[in-house]
C-alpha cells in the first residue's frame, strides 16, 4: 500500500497553508484595530484633560474664562435628568415586558407592538428630540425643562429596557411558576412574588446599561433645549438646565485649545461614570447569575 | 376541620372567594394596567409620525415639495426670503458621503474583527476581546466627535496638507469606527451560531481554516452577516455629534471627501440651537429633514430584518 507522501502534500497544499497564515494575520490585525483606536483614544483623551481636574472644575460653574470653568451645572444637571428618566423609564419598559411575556396572546396586536418596539430601537436618538420638542415642550408646555428632557430620555431608552426585561422574565423556568400556581397563587401574586423577583438581576442589567446610554446622549438633549451656559443649579423639574455630553459638546466646539483640555477633562468624569454604572451592571449579573 | 359543620368543599371555595374579592380586583385591574404601559410604546410612535408629519406639511405649505427634492443647494439662512433656499439633496449628499467613508472603514473591519473572533480565536481571546469591543460600542458618540476633532483631523491634515478643518474625511472615518464593535458583534454571533459539524465536515475534507471561514461559514451565515451592515449604515445615517462637530456646517452638494459638509442631523442640531425661532420656514425645516432622516433609516432597518428573516439558513 502507497502511504501519502508528506512532501507531496506540502507541495501542494503549501499555497494554500500560506495563504491560510496570512488572512489570519489579516483578520487579526482588524480585531487589533479597534483596540488601538481604543487604547489611542483613551490615553489622549487622559493626558488632555489631566490637569484641569480638579477640585475647583467639580465646583465652578461655566465661564468664558477656561481657568474657572467648571461642571458642577451640568453634573448636577445630568443627575436630575437620571432622576426624571430612571423611573419613568423602568415602570414603563418593564410593565411592557410584564405585559408582553405574562398577559398578552400571540395575536396580531401583540406581534404589532412587538414589531414597533424593534422598530423604535432603530430611530435615530435626534428624531426623539423632535419628537420631545414638539410633545413636551411645546403641546404639553413643559417648557425646555428638566421634566422635558428626562420623559424623551426615557422613551429614548425604553426599547432597550424592554427587550432586556423581556429575555430576563423569558428566562424564569417554566416550573416556579407551576409550583407557584399549585400552591394556590394567583396569576398577578406569581409574577410580584416568583417571577419579577427571580428576573430582577437581570432587569437591572440590561437597564443600567440602557440608562448608562442615556447618561452620553447628546443629540436629543440639543434638540429639546438644554442650555449649555448655566451658572445656577436647578431648583426644581420645570427648571432649566444643562448636561455633561452638552457642556462637553460646548467646549469642545470652541476654537481656543484651552477649551478643548477642559472638554477632555469633562469626557474624564463622564468616563468614570459610565464605568461605575457599567461595573455595577457586571457585579450584579456575576452575584445572581443562577441557572436551572 | 370546617367540614364539620356542614359545609362542602364547594362551598369552602366560594367563601375564599368572596374573602379575596379585593384581590380578584387587583387580578383584572393589573392586566389593564400593565397593557396601558405597553401602549406607550405604540404612542411614541405615533407621536413620532404625527410631529414629523404635521409639521412637515406645514413646511411644505411655504416652500414647494419640488424644490425640496430637485435643488441643490440649502441655504436656510440666508438673508432676505427671495434668497433662503431649500434643496435637501445638499444635506442628503453630505449624509451619504460620510456613511460611505464609514462603510468602507467598518465593513473589512468588522467583517475582519468577526472571522477571528468565531473562526481562529480561542475561548480565552474571545473572553477577552469581546468585553472590550463593548466598551468601543458605548462610548458616548460626543467623545468621538471630539476624538475626530482633536486628533484624526489633525493627522489627516498631515497627510492631506490642504486638507479643510472641517471635512467629510475625518467624522466619516470616526463614525466607521464607532460602527466596527456593532458590525463585529453581530457578524460573530451569525457566524458562531453555524453548527460545529460543518466546521468538522470541512476540515476533515481538507480545507484550510481561512478556506472554511470564506467558503463555508461565511455563506452559511451570510444572512446575519449582511444584516449587520445593514443596521451599522443605518446607525450611521442617523449619527449626530461625531459629523456636528468634524464635519462643519456647510450644506454642500459634493461628493469629494476633503471638503466641508452638512450632514441632516448636524443640520438639525444647528437649527436647534438658536438659529431658527418657533413658527419660522427654519423651525419647520427641521421637521422635514428629521422626516427625511426617518424614512431613510426606517427603510434601512426593515431591509435588515427583511434580510435576516428572508436568507436564515436553518440548521
Not at chain 2, 359543620?5 to 368572596?18: H, P, T
Not at chain 2, 380578584?24 to 385591574?29: Q, T, W
Not at chain 2, 465593513?107 to 475561548?123: C, M, N, T
Request: proline share 4%; aromatic share 12%.
Amino acid at each position: 500500500m502507497k502511504l501519502v507522501d508528506q512532501a507531496q502534500v506540502e507541495k501542494k497544499m503549501g499555497r494554500r497553508l500560506i495563504n491560510n497564515q496570512v488572512f489570519k494575520s489579516i483578520f487579526l490585525i482588524a480585531t487589533l484595530f479597534s483596540l488601538v483606536v481604543l487604547g489611542i483614544l483613551m490615553y489622549r483623551i487622559f493626558t488632555q484633560g489631566y490637569e484641569f481636574l480638579s477640585a475647583d472644575f467639580f465646583n465652578n460653574f461655566a465661564s468664558r474664562r477656561p481657568s474657572n470653568a467648571g461642571i458642577k451645572a451640568a453634573f448636577i444637571g445630568t443627575l436630575w435628568v437620571m432622576g426624571v428618566t430612571i423611573p419613568v423609564a423602568l415602570i414603563f419598559g418593564v410593565g411592557t415586558a410584564i405585559y408582553l411575556e405574562e398577559y398578552a396572546k400571540k395575536n396580531k396586536f401583540t406581534r404589532f407592538i412587538q414589531m414597533n418596539i424593534s422598530n423604535l430601537a432603530g430611530v435615530p436618538s435626534i428624531v426623539f428630540g423632535l419628537l420631545g420638542l414638539t410633545i413636551f415642550v411645546r403641546y404639553f408646555e413643559l417648557g425646555r425643562s428638566i421634566l422635558a428632557a428626562g420623559f424623551t430620555m426615557a422613551l429614548l431608552i425604553l426599547p432597550v429596557i424592554v427587550v432586556a426585561s423581556q429575555e430576563s422574565i423569558r428566562a424564569v423556568p417554566g416550573q416556579l411558576r407551576e409550583a407557584s400556581f399549585g400552591m394556590g397563587a394567583t396569576k398577578w401574586q406569581t409574577i410580584y412574588r416568583v417571577v419579577l423577583p427571580t428576573a430582577i438581576p437581570g432587569i437591572l442589567t440590561g437597564s443600567i446599561l440602557a440608562f448608562s446610554r442615556a447618561v452620553g446622549e447628546t443629540a436629543p438633549l440639543i434638540v429639546v433645549g438644554a442650555f449649555a451656559y448655566v451658572n445656577y443649579l436647578p431648583d426644581g423639574l420645570l427648571s432649566t438646565f444643562t448636561v455633561m455630553p452638552i457642556q462637553i459638546y460646548n467646549w469642545a466646539s470652541r476654537p481656543q485649545t484651552d477649551f478643548h483640555d477642559l472638554a477632555a477633562a469633562g469626557i474624564i468624569i463622564l468616563f468614570i461614570i459610565l464605568i461605575v454604572m457599567n461595573t455595577v451592571a457586571v457585579l450584579i449579573r456575576n452575584k445572581f447569575s443562577k441557572r436551572y | 376541620m370546617a367540614m364539620s359543620s356542614g359545609q362542602s368543599i364547594r362551598d369552602l371555595i366560594k367563601e375564599k372567594k368572596a374573602k379575596n374579592s379585593s384581590g380578584r380586583l387587583v387580578e383584572k385591574a393589573v392586566p389593564v394596567i400593565l397593557l396601558l404601559t405597553a401602549i406607550v410604546s405604540v404612542l411614541t410612535t405615533l407621536g413620532i409620525l404625527y410631529t414629523l408629519i404635521v409639521e412637515t406639511v406645514i413646511f411644505f405649505s411655504q416652500v414647494p415639495f419640488i424644490e425640496f427634492i430637485t435643488k441643490t443647494e440649502w441655504l436656510p439662512f440666508a438673508s432676505g426670503d427671495e434668497n433662503k433656499v431649500y434643496g435637501i439633496s445638499a444635506l442628503v449628499s453630505g449624509t451619504l458621503l460620510v456613511t460611505l467613508i464609514a462603510t468602507i472603514v467598518a465593513v473589512p473591519f468588522g467583517l475582519g474583527a468577526a472571522i477571528y473572533l468565531s473562526e481562529y480565536a480561542s475561548d480565552r481571546v474571545r473572553r477577552i476581546v469581546k468585553p472590550i469591543l463593548e466598551i468601543l460600542a458605548g462610548i458616548p458618540t460626543i467623545v468621538y466627535g471630539f476624538f475626530a476633532l482633536t486628533f484624526v483631523t489633525p493627522l489627516l491634515q498631515k497627510l492631506i496638507p490642504d486638507l479643510p478643518f472641517f471635512n467629510a474625511l475625518s467624522p466619516g472615518i470616526v463614525v466607521g469606527i464607532m460602527i466596527i464593535p456593532m458590525i463585529a458583534s453581530l457578524s460573530d454571533d451569525a457566524m458562531s451560531s453555524v453548527p460545529n459539524a460543518i466546521r468538522e465536515g470541512a476540515l476533515a475534507l481538507g480545507a484550510t481554516k481561512f478556506e472554511l471561514a470564506i467558503k463555508i461559514i461565511l455563506p452559511a451565515a451570510i444572512s446575519g452577516v449582511v444584516a449587520s451592515f445593514v443596521l451599522g449604515i443605518s446607525r450611521a445615517i442617523g449619527e449626530t455629534m461625531i459629523v456636528t462637530l468634524a464635519g462643519g456646517s456647510n450644506p454642500n452638494f459634493t461628493f469629494n471627501p476633503t471638503e466641508t459638509i452638512q450632514t441632516m442631523t448636524s443640520y438639525i442640531v444647528q437649527a436647534s440651537t438658536g438659529d431658527a425661532g418657533f413658527g419660522t420656514t427654519q423651525y419647520y425645516s427641521i421637521y422635514a429633514v428629521g422626516m427625511t432622516l426617518f424614512v431613510f433609516t426606517l427603510l434601512m432597518n426593515i431591509l435588515a430584518q427583511y434580510i435576516s428573516r428572508r436568507f436564515r439558513e436553518e440548521y
